[in-house]
């Protein structure tokens, strides 16, 4: 199989997905353990403020803000001393910071809406997004990683938050991602598309699986689609990733060419696994299916997936 969809694309594709547009100059060779203090007193720094998996934004004349300086984050209950220094913007340095108040105590101008939602109904622009799958995924990282997995013992926070050290046992502790590889097998026709059990109605989407350790990305890709699906894969080419802070992954975007079309679904895994034609998926992609079937947000890297092939022909 040889067409357009394999060549190199013109624009890099991760550009265009959610959580991508991270503008922040990270400075990570100069993290010093005293980053956030320095940061923090810094009359320029912009928090974000993130509780239970929900951003804190200000609501003024219906536009949302998700920027709060230090000393006006007090009322909101923030733990100064768990934020991590996310990098520097053009206007100053940007951390990230657990907040402790509850949802429904917050004044009527603040809303705390969570991570999904703030993404996919765009209520904040591209940078910031980009800055929040950071922040999130640093803070939940740490929020599940306070003990030392060696000894034991309570680690500490080192440098602005990309580090915990154990003071017990010396031992250091780096942020995790996950990948993950999600992929779409494709003919010059057709494409193969899966429901979850928990999907919202009608959607269907790429396969998506997680990378294992000693795996390449392309041999996580077939293995991935021949347990789902019983389709055995033969060329895999990369299109995308995208950053996914849910709670810190990496979603890495393929193209699959089977080598077989008889599916035999994984049901424990799926509701259904079909093929669809390139006409129809149109129709999924733009909401106008007759039987209402959607595939993912624009957001989402399945969507730029499936819309790259439809775009292909």
Not at 1 to 12: T, V
Request: with cysteine.
């Amino acid at each position: 199989m040889s067409f357009r969809l394999f060549d190199a694309p013109l624009r890099e594709p991760s550009q265009f997905v959610g959580f991508a547009g991270n503008q922040i100059d990270r400075q990570s060779e100069n993290r010093a353990d005293d980053a956030v203090e320095k940061a923090l007193a810094d009359q320029t720094a912009r928090l974000m403020l993130m509780h239970g998996g929900r951003l804190y934004l200000k609501l003024d004349d219906g536009k949302f803000d998700p920027w709060f300086k230090a000393d006006k984050s007090q009322a909101f209950e923030v733990s100064l001393d768990h934020g991590v220094l996310l990098g520097f913007s053009d206007s100053g340095p940007v951390l990230a910071v657990p907040a402790g108040i509850e949802p429904e105590k917050l004044p009527e101008t603040i809303k705390a809406i969570d991570y999904r939602s703030v993404y996919m109904q765009g209520l904040i622009d591209e940078a910031a997004a980009g800055a929040l799958a950071q922040g999130a995924a640093l803070l939940a990282w740490h929020a599940s990683h306070a003990f030392c997995s060696k000894c034991g013992n309570r680690s500490e926070m080192r440098a602005g938050g990309y580090r915990r050290h154990c003071p017990a046992c010396g031992t250091d502790h780096f942020p995790r991602t996950d990948p993950v590889a999600i992929m779409l097998t494709v003919t010059r026709e057709k494409c193969l598309l899966g429901r979850g059990k928990h999907f919202a109605p009608g959607m269907y989407s790429a396969l998506a699986g997680f990378i294992e350790p000693g795996e390449t990305i392309e041999a996580a890709v077939r293995r991935e689609t021949l347990e789902e699906a019983g389709i055995r894969l033969g060329r895999v080419v990369y299109h995308a990733s995208q950053p996914w802070p849910f709670p810190y992954s990496l979603m890495i975007g393929c193209f699959g060419e089977p080598l077989n079309e008889d599916i035999q679904a994984d049901l424990n895994e799926l509701e259904d696994c079909r093929w669809f034609f390139r006409d129809e998926v149109r129709t999924m992609l733009d909401r106008q299916h007759a039987g209402g079937l959607i595939t993912p947000p624009k957001g989402a890297i399945a969507h730029h997936l499936i819309r790259a092939w439809v775009d292909s022909e």
